[in-house]
């Protein structure tokens, strides 16, 4: 079987995000990193025997997630999200990897968030669609 890094090779090479801005690379985990370091959560979502991407007003494709808010666990932070984004409810997750980031910014883009360090973590996981996203400006 073909690994990931050799099936999607652009998927693990640094990456500079205009937003921050940041520098990102992606690795694969089979742990989550320390709570304290993680700012953001993904989730790549199956429902059944699909996958639920979202589509953002202007056309653009994008998995459910976001960032963390103040004195929020990440778990917390993915079901808000899959309801706000997906108007969808968690039923599993299982850890895939992680965007290590360093911020180039001179503070945090919110000042509980880490800080130049952090994680945004992925994983893949079930869920159903319950309700209308509580995001109007997401659709699924």
């Not at 652009?10 to 089979?30: Q, S």
């Amino acid at each position: 079987m073909m690994s990931v890094e050799k099936k999607y090779p652009n998927l693990f090479n640094e990456v500079t995000w205009p937003w921050g801005p940041t520098r990102a690379k992606f690795l694969l985990l089979d742990k989550i990193p320390p709570s304290h370091l993680i700012g953001n959560i993904n989730i790549v979502p199956k429902v059944g025997n699909s996958w639920l991407m979202l589509r953002h007003q202007n056309g653009s494709w994008d998995i459910p997630g976001g960032t963390i808010e103040k004195d929020e666990y990440y778990m917390d932070t993915l079901r808000r999200e899959l309801i706000e984004e997906a108007g969808a409810k968690l039923h599993s997750f299982k850890l895939f990897g992680a965007w290590h980031c360093v911020s180039l910014a001179p503070k945090p883009y919110r000042s509980h968030l880490p800080h130049p360090e952090y994680y945004r973590i992925v994983g893949l996981g079930d869920v159903e669609v319950i309700q209308s996203p509580t995001n109007p400006l997401m659709a699924r």
